[in-house]
């Protein structure tokens, strides 16, 4: 099966630095990455995705990584505004037929922002 | 744009009681997948209904049931619940044609189990 997992469950960052949330998968069969941002008492919000024959991705002030050698990704966050605080998880899909692909969630990070 | 509706937004039952919650999904989405979110843990996926088939099945305890309706809106049935029920649950949908399936989530619904 997949496991998805993230390294560090709390970050703080200062207001305008730029944050790096990593996360690690174990099944090299998967082929699609979202990250989600989850605000407190809301549901997961789709942040940035990334496929698994690209190893970078783009959008307005967040960048995925994907290394798939080691099976990593990573989100950046740059110049990070107080609106940024939220728990980030990394969820994984794996191939399967149209209807059926289910999304299995890694440990979430808690980013707060420093103002 | 629409989004994703679940009803009720928060919901208290005591034991043994049973719960139902309601998903309306994005409009011509023709998925629905359902996930339960412990305090301070990741989603975990329940289950999920394609074209009001069941389509996958995760963690769902067997005291829980759920169905799609032909307008594509689904209901988790939830019998003999215990306090480890309490938790937020999230409906997501997506349409199995688009390039990506992504899934976009509701607000979740609260439940307390007392």
């Known amino acids: 099966g997949e496991s998805v997992g993230l390294h560090l469950p709390t970050l703080s960052v200062q207001e305008g630095d730029n944050s790096i949330i990593n996360c690690a998968y174990s099944?090299?069969?998967?082929?699609?990455f979202i990250w989600y941002k989850q605000e407190s008492g809301k549901g997961p919000q789709f942040i940035i995705d990334i496929r698994s024959n690209m190893d970078k991705r783009q959008g307005q002030r967040v960048t995925v990584l994907l290394n798939k050698t080691v099976k990593h990704l990573s989100l950046q966050i740059a110049a990070t505004q107080p609106g940024d605080s939220a728990v980030y998880f990394c969820?994984?899909?794996?191939?399967?037929?149209?209807?059926?692909?289910?999304?299995?969630f890694g440990t979430g990070t808690r980013l707060t922002i420093i103002p | 744009a629409a989004g994703v509706i679940q009803s009720p937004r928060h919901l208290i039952k005591e034991k043994r009681e049973t719960a139902t919650l309601k998903c309306y999904p994005i409009p011509r989405h023709d998925t629905v997948y359902w996930y339960q979110q412990g305090p301070g843990q990741d989603p975990q996926f329940l289950i999920s209904f394609y074209e009001k088939m069941q389509s996958d099945k995760g963690s769902i305890p067997d005291r829980f049931s759920a169905q799609q309706f032909s307008d594509y809106h689904s209901e988790l049935n939830m019998s003999s619940l215990e306090l480890g029920d309490s938790a937020l649950y999230f409906c997501?949908?997506?349409?199995?044609?688009?390039?990506?399936?992504?899934?976009?989530f509701g607000p979740g619904t609260r439940l307390t189990v007392l």
């Open positions: 969820a994984g899909y794996l191939p399967a037929n149209f209807g059926n692909e289910k999304l299995t």
């Open positions: 997501a949908s997506s349409f199995s044609l688009s390039p990506t399936n992504e899934q976009f």
């Open positions: 099944n090299s069969a998967s082929d699609y």
